[in-house]
């Protein structure tokens, strides 16, 4: 186990993956039961994680957002929103935010699990929506919003730069 200061330090976005090297099937269920256990508005979890190990998909993913990294990672997850499920608690603000907010943070959670299991991960959000859906097939009211490449690394990237504290946070 990874000290926790250290697992946030120890993230970063990997993008070249062991093709040979799979993820054990309880390290992928340690990161979703990561994932699903982040915070949610009205602990709803307004949305749906596609995990997907089927290399013709991941191939048709990395096709889709024209990131290679995403067919060499052996697995992909995706992450929906189901903004439904959070518009019947919460009407207009569920629908266009917490059901987002939802999603977003559990795919952080599953990203820091990631780490701490010796995994790597880098999050791809440049992608036409539509197009993921065609390709996974979704049901009607899922809106896939961040995947997430997950695998052992093939590389140790550098730390990229962050804006210094005092330009980002504003104390009174
Ligand atoms: C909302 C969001 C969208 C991103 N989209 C992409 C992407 O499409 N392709 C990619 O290679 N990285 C993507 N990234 C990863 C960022 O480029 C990366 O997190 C940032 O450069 C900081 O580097 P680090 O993750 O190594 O700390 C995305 C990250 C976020 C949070």
Not at 45 to 50: E, K, L
Not at 85 to 111: H, M
């Amino acid at each position: 186990m990874t000290d926790f200061f250290a697992t946030i330090r120890r993230r970063h976005s990997v993008r070249h993956y062991q093709e040979d090297m799979p993820v054990e099937e309880e390290k992928l269920n340690a990161v979703l039961e990561s994932a699903v256990a982040a915070p949610s508005a009205g602990d709803l979890q307004a949305y749906q994680i596609v995990a997907i190990r089927d290399a013709a998909t991941r191939a048709a993913l990395a096709r889709i957002t024209d990131q290679t990294f995403l067919a060499e990672a052996p697995v992909s997850l995706v992450f929906c929103t189901d903004a439904e499920r959070s518009a019947k608690a919460f009407g207009e603000r569920g629908r266009e935010l917490y059901a987002l907010q939802d999603a977003t943070i559990a795919a952080s959670y599953a990203q820091l699990a990631a780490v701490a299991g010796g995994l790597g991960s880098a999050w791809v959000g440049y992608f036409d929506g539509g197009e993921v859906a065609r390709a996974l097939d979704l049901p009607a009211g899922l809106t896939p919003v961040a995947i997430l490449a997950l695998g052992y690394p093939a590389e140790l990237p550098e730390p990229t730069p962050r804006r210094r504290l005092d330009e980002v946070v504003t104390m009174r």
